[in-house]
């Protein structure tokens, strides 16, 4: 399960952040995805991403399990593994705990790429007595066919530790920089711009 706080926001905000948590930036990483789906849109109907992201160097599968979202808070289930192609990374998934019915069903299927997002990563970890988290600070394009739309947003992800700690330091965040929630992810977004 995936628990992570996302925020319209700027540069200058993640900045701000860093300083107050007195926290210093890990290595950046350049990401590049492709979200997959059927001609019949069968996986976003269900509320399902499947996506292949090049992260720098290595390349990853994930595929999320219908995002649930209030106040800037995503809460959803999500397996991630290294792997060379979809197929690849749909036999693999299961291995994680994905749901092994889906992911060979997929696997028959004629998928296609929908839609994109290119952006840089900036990103440090966050340690407290109760939970570790990472911040990030997201920007780059939103692309669906050949429509393209900038965004910058900041993500804190919880990686471990009480949940109702991490949602309350998350909120003092968002008060105190007075950010703005987003309540769609980058994959949703740029969906949005097939109809825009």
Known sequence: M???????????NYIDILNDLNLSEDDAVEMLASYY??????????????????????????????????DGLHIHDEFECPAASLTDGLNELPKLGAPSDLCSALKTENLIAVCETKFHRRRATWKTPDFTAEIVFDEGVLICQDKQQAFTEI????KSGNDMAFESACMAISEKFVLKSESKSKFSRALDLECS
């Open 2 to 12: 995936e628990r992570e706080f996302k925020w319209k926001a700027t540069a200058q």
């Open 37 to 70: 789906d059927t001609a019949s849109h069968w996986l976003r109907s269900r509320k399902i991403a499947l996506r292949l992201r090049r992260e720098n160097d290595k390349q990853m599968c994930c595929l999320k399990l219908q995002d649930s979202a209030r």
């Open 155 to 158: 993500e804190c992800e919880q």
